[in-house]
T-cell receptor
Framework: DAGVIQSPRHEVTEMGQEVTLRCKPI?????LFWYRQTMMRGLELLIY????????DSGMPEDRFSAKMPNASFSTLKIQPSEPRDSAVYFC????????????FGPGTRLTVT | DAKTTQPNSMESNEEEPVHLPCNHS???????IHWYRQLPSQGPEYVIH???SNVNNRMASLAIAEDRKSSTLILHRATLRDAAVYYC?????????????FGSGTKLNVKP
């Protein structure tokens, strides 16, 4: 399996622009997670889905952030409008409801908002 | 949410065993103990998990105290590739059981 795939790997954008991050989970996994990592706040869970349905979005910082999962093999995290404080590494992870619930992380998208 | 406490950093010599401690005094009877690690510039990686009994896998061993208020991740022979941040996480098996809380972890430095 190719593992969790994220794109782009790096994104540089100007304040006010819309940013869309993409994730393809591991085939057969029914949970998908979006995390954000910064030096100040560490690794934070933003939102997670089960069978394409958002279960908990309490970690989404504000209305500028939105996430969708239109099907089992694709999810997006959108920031509109972006701000410099959104600069971070965004990770997508997936897991199966079976077994120990191990989460498999993608390589991350490094976002820089200038 | 139950929290974990880990030392900020530890240092080890290559090819020696490493014991990474984690305190979780408020753990509930049904919380699983998970360990992940994050190598530089990579996403976190699953290492091992357990509930009550000690666990072994190809990467590491997990020793869980009898009262479950602490646990220790054991790397039997540290290599330079094991230099990473190690996170100890509690996972509740009920509502929101897939919701992990990553603390600050322990940064492990391995010396050649």
């Amino acid at each position: 399996d190719a593992g969790v795939i994220q794109s782009p790997r790096h994104e540089v954008t100007e304040m006010g622009q819309e940013v869309t991050l993409r994730c393809k989970p591991i085939s057969g996994h029914d949970y998908l997670f979006w995390y954000r990592q910064t030096m100040m706040r560490g690794l934070e869970l933003l939102i997670y889905f089960n069978n394409n349905v958002p279960i908990d979005d309490s970690g989404m910082p504000e209305d500028r952030f939105s996430a969708k999962m239109p099907n089992a093999s694709f999810s997006t995290l959108k920031i509109q409008p972006s701000e410099p404080r959104d600069s971070a590494v965004y990770f997508c992870a997936s897991s199966s409801g079976q077994g120990g619930g191990e989460q498999y992380f993608g390589p991350g998208t490094r976002l820089t908002v200038t | 949410d139950a929290k974990t406490t880990q030392p900020n950093s530890m240092e080890s010599n290559e090819e020696e065993p490493v014991h990474l401690p984690c305190n979780h005094s408020t753990i509930s009877g049904t919380d699983y103990i998970h360990w992940y690690r994050q190598l530089p510039s990579q996403g976190p990686e699953y290492v091992i998990h357990g509930l009550t009994s000690n666990v072994n896998n190809r990467m590491a061993s997990l020793a869980i105290a009898e009262d479950r208020k602490s646990s220790t991740l054991i790397l039997h022979r540290a290599t330079l590739r094991d230099a990473a941040v190690y996170y100890c996480i509690l996972r509740a098996p009920i509502y929101n059981f897939n919701k992990f809380y990553f603390g600050s972890g322990t940064k492990l430095n391995v010396k050649p």
